[in-house]
T-cell receptor, first 112, second 113 residues
Framework: GENVEQHPSTLSVQEGDSAVIKCTYS??????FPWYKQELGKGPQLIID?????GEKKDQRIAVTLNKTAKHFSLHITETQPEDSAVYFC???????????FGTGTSLTVIP | DVKVTQSSRYLVKRTGEKVFLECVQD?????MFWYRQDPGLGLRLIYF???????EKGDIPEGYSVSREKKERFSLILESASTNQTSMYLC????????????FGPGTRLTVT
C-alpha cells in the first residue's frame, strides 16, 4: 500500500518567519494531496489541498507545491503567527478508492 | 457548516468491556471513516463505509467492528477492550463525487484500564 513520510516531526520558528513541511509518498496512483491542521483538543481541519494535475496552489499565507516525478509535496506557511501553532498532517488519496493515507504529523510552534 | 459529532470526548473503560463509539454527520455524506491517532504514528484507518450497511476494512481493523444502519451514523465497536486500544479515535466523513474534503469530528480520547 501507500507509504507517506513527513518531515520534520517538530518545527519551531520565530513569528514572521516561514515554515516548510515536506511529505513524500510511494504510490504513483495518488492523485489528491490534502494538508490538515489540528489544534489542541480538536479534530484535523483541511487547510489546503492540491490535485495531481496542478503543481502549486496558494491561499493567502499558505501554499502547497507538488512534484509528481519525485513523489513529494510540501506545505509552505509565510509570515507565521502564533495562531499557526498546531500539528499539521499531510495525506494522500489514491485514484482507486476512498482510503486516505496520512503522514505522522509535524508539531509547529511559532515563537512570539 | 458541516458538523461531525462524536458521542463522547473522554471515555474510560475496563479491559474486556464492550465499547461503543458513535459518530453522526449532518450533511448527508455517503462516506464515513474511523481512524485512531497515536503519537508518532499519525492517523491510521480502522474502517470506512461508503453507504448504509456497507463497510470496508482499513489498515488496522483487528479488534474492532463497525455498524452503519443509517446514513448519518457510523458506530465503532470494540468487542472486548484491551489496553492497547487506548488511543484518540477520530471520525470523519466526505461526500462522494468530485470533492474529497474530509470533515473530522472532535475525537474521543479512550482510556482502557
Amino acid at each position: 500500500g501507500e507509504n507517506v513520510e513527513q518531515h520534520p516531526s517538530t518545527l519551531s520558528v520565530q513569528e514572521g518567519d516561514s515554515a516548510v513541511i515536506k511529505c513524500t509518498y510511494s504510490d504513483s496512483a495518488s492523485n489528491y494531496f490534502p494538508w490538515y491542521k489540528q489544534e489542541l483538543g480538536k479534530g484535523p481541519q483541511l487547510i489546503i489541498d492540491i490535485r495531481s494535475n496542478v503543481g502549486e496552489k496558494k491561499d493567502q499565507r499558505i501554499a502547497v507545491t507538488l512534484n509528481k516525478t519525485a513523489k513529494h509535496f510540501s506545505l509552505h506557511i509565510t509570515e507565521t503567527q502564533p495562531e499557526d501553532s498546531a500539528v499539521y498532517f499531510c495525506a494522500t488519496l489514491l485514484n482507486t478508492g476512498n482510503q486516505f493515507y496520512f503522514g505522522t504529523g509535524t508539531s509547529l510552534t511559532v515563537i512570539p | 457548516d458541516v458538523k461531525v459529532t462524536q458521542s463522547s470526548r473522554y471515555l474510560v473503560k475496563r479491559t474486556g468491556e464492550k465499547v461503543f463509539l458513535e459518530c453522526v454527520q449532518d450533511m448527508d455524506h455517503e462516506n464515513m471513516f474511523w481512524y485512531r491517532q497515536d503519537p508518532g504514528l499519525g492517523l491510521r484507518l480502522i474502517y470506512f463505509s461508503y453507504d448504509v450497511k456497507m463497510k470496508e476494512k482499513g489498515d488496522i481493523p483487528e479488534g474492532y467492528s463497525v455498524s452503519r444502519e443509517k446514513k448519518e451514523r457510523f458506530s465503532l465497536i470494540l468487542e472486548s477492550a484491551s489496553t492497547n486500544q487506548t488511543s484518540m479515535y477520530l471520525c470523519a466523513s466526505i461526500v462522494s463525487g468530485n470533492s474529497y474534503e474530509q470533515y473530522f469530528g472532535p475525537g474521543t480520547r479512550l482510556t482502557v484500564t
